[in-house]
């Protein structure tokens, strides 16, 4: 079986661990961390040293900064951030491949210049001896790019945006979740945002909307329940890759400056809401899975 380690970086993306992509309690963590996070892990993944004992990584500090708007001091308060989570990731052991869990931070340290300010300032950092061989053995990735992670503001939408890209070479297009394992992996606090209306306005909409708005990858979403006023018992994801015009419009609006880009989004839904291929294996797939009965948002 091929790993993770051995794929390149190309058109479509870094091959991120789907261990990475499927960790829980990351829920501190910001649209700007996970921007970060990523950026770090790339790097890594394209030193050819991911797997060797010890490796440590340095790259400038303006290469982490998702926008050249943002000052270091914010990059700082990410690095912070990523070095106090501590995060659950999924794992089958190396001795006859019994599912675990590990408990570990994201970063074994980071190791910042004194002149932060500096154009030769440097971030160097290293990784967590536990979960180095479990990213070495690792057998699952999603393709992430990191323009497109870089250009969301919702973390959820990064959340979901690497959750389909994880799923998206398999035969299947359409998975459901339950709720609880749903809200884990998009990263949602425990005890918030409990009500419908609430996680349906504040998660599932602004995914969705940036998700379909600034990614290659179509998606749809709907919410289970046992009648409508009942709570919601799973998410029911359906997902595509864009072609034509839909293609297009995404490259085109990761152009555009990031203000006003909630509304450009908003409209562009509106007016095109996504709708997967009507031909070829895309129909037959939609056939038998019932996607075109899924909600454009939720």
């Known amino acids: 079986m091929s790993s993770t380690f051995e794929q390149k970086t190309n058109a479509v993306g ?21 921007a970060v996070l990523n950026l770090l892990y790339q790097h890594a993944h394209e030193s050819g040293r991911l797997v060797e004992d010890g490796a440590e990584w340095e790259l400038p500090m303006t290469a982490l900064r998702p926008s050249q708007h943002e000052s270091n001091d914010r990059l700082r308060a990410s690095l912070i951030r990523l070095m106090r989570v501590v995060v659950t990731v999924p794992f089958l052991s190396a001795e006859g491949g019994e599912p675990r869990y590990l ?13 932060e300010r500096a154009a030769s ?6 990784l967590p001896k536990k979960l180095q061989p479990v990213l070495a053995r690792s057998s699952r990735w999603g393709r992430i790019k990191a323009e497109t992670v870089c250009a969301m503001t919702s973390k959820y939408a990064i959340a979901l945006y690497e959750l389909v890209q994880l799923r998206s070479g398999m035969d299947r297009c359409v998975e459901t979740f339950p709720i ?14 409990l009500r419908g209306p609430d996680f349906e306005r504040r998660v599932i ?13 179509a998606v749809q979403a709907k919410l289970v329940r046992a009648h409508v006023r009942a709570p919601i018992t799973a998410v029911t994801l359906a997902w595509w890759r864009k072609e034509g015009d839909a293609f297009r419009a995404t ?32 129909r037959r797939d939609k056939a038998k899975t019932g996607q075109d009965k899924l909600p454009g948002a939720a």
């Open 103 to 115: 408990n570990t931070h994201l970063f074994d340290f980071f190791d910042v210049s004194a002149n």
């Open 180 to 193: 609880n394992r749903f809200r884990d992996l998009l990263g949602v606090p425990p005890g918030k945002l």
């Open 14 to 34: 870094f091959p991120k661990a789907g261990e990475l992509i499927e960790i829980t309690g990351a829920y501190e963590l910001e649209a700007s961390d996970r």
């Open 251 to 282: 490259h085109a609006e990761q152009q555009q400056p990031k203000q006003g880009r909630t509304a450009r989004l908003r409209s562009m839904a509106q007016a095109t809401p996504p709708s997967a291929p009507a031909s070829g294996k895309a």
């Open 205 to 217: 909409e602004p995914a969705l909307l940036e998700v379909n708005g600034l990614s290659d990858i």
């Open 121 to 126: 300032a440097t971030v160097r950092f290293g």
